[in-house]
């Protein structure tokens, strides 16, 4: 009975977060399809070891974050990023060292999931305009804000979760998402 009242309140939770988004469907498909050609430019990338890499595409713009063994694998993933379809930005937040051990990524699990859950329960962000991704403790943001009262709240939120060690902020304001494009 447990499992059912969690799972529901998953479900839930997901569906509330598409709800008052900012997004243009035709931009989320666009993130979809860019991460999926990039993703597949890395399966067929040779000897490189992409396996401690986290992507994330928001309006074109895609987010490495995680560990690389070395720096010409971080160089050589960056360079795929640019050849990808669709990109417009990279922001490359990948760092050099030993892969995440399964304790730390269990953490970084949880605290993503509670950043999520604050966001979709905070009346006044809209949750899909917002993208998180936790590597080693450091919560990585990217997406829009309204203003500067919406851009403080979705950072406190990250900021006070705990287990966070940092909070990386590449969230816009949306009136500089209008003038990207």
């Not at 890499?53 to 560990?67: K, N, P, Y």
């Not at 699990?109 to 590597?135: E, M, N, P, Q, Y």
Request: charged content about 25%; glycine content about 8%.
């Amino acid at each position: 009975m447990r499992l059912l009242q969690i799972l529901s309140l998953v479900i839930l939770l997901i569906c509330l977060e598409g709800c008052g988004s900012s997004r243009s469907l035709g931009a989320s498909f666009g993130d979809a399809n860019s991460g999926q050609d990039f993703k597949a430019r890395l399966m067929t990338d040779g000897p490189y070891d992409y396996d401690d890499i986290d992507i994330t595409v928001f309006e074109g713009r895609l987010m490495l974050t995680g560990t690389a063994p070395d720096e010409q694998t971080r160089q050589r993933l960056v360079m795929q990023g640019w050849q990808s379809k669709g990109v417009k930005q990279i922001i490359d937040e990948v760092v050099i060292g030993e892969k995440t051990r399964f304790k730390q990524g269990v953490a970084d699990s949880r605290i993503d999931t509670a950043i999520r859950t604050k966001l979709i329960t905070d009346g006044a962000i809209r949750s899909s305009d917002v993208k998180i991704t936790v590597s080693n403790g450091v919560a990585y943001l990217i997406g829009v804000a309204r203003d500067d009262r919406i851009l403080t709240k979705i950072v406190d939120h990250a900021r006070t979760t705990r287990g966070v060690t940092k909070v990386v902020s590449h969230i816009i304001f949306i009136d500089e998402q209008v003038r990207r494009l």
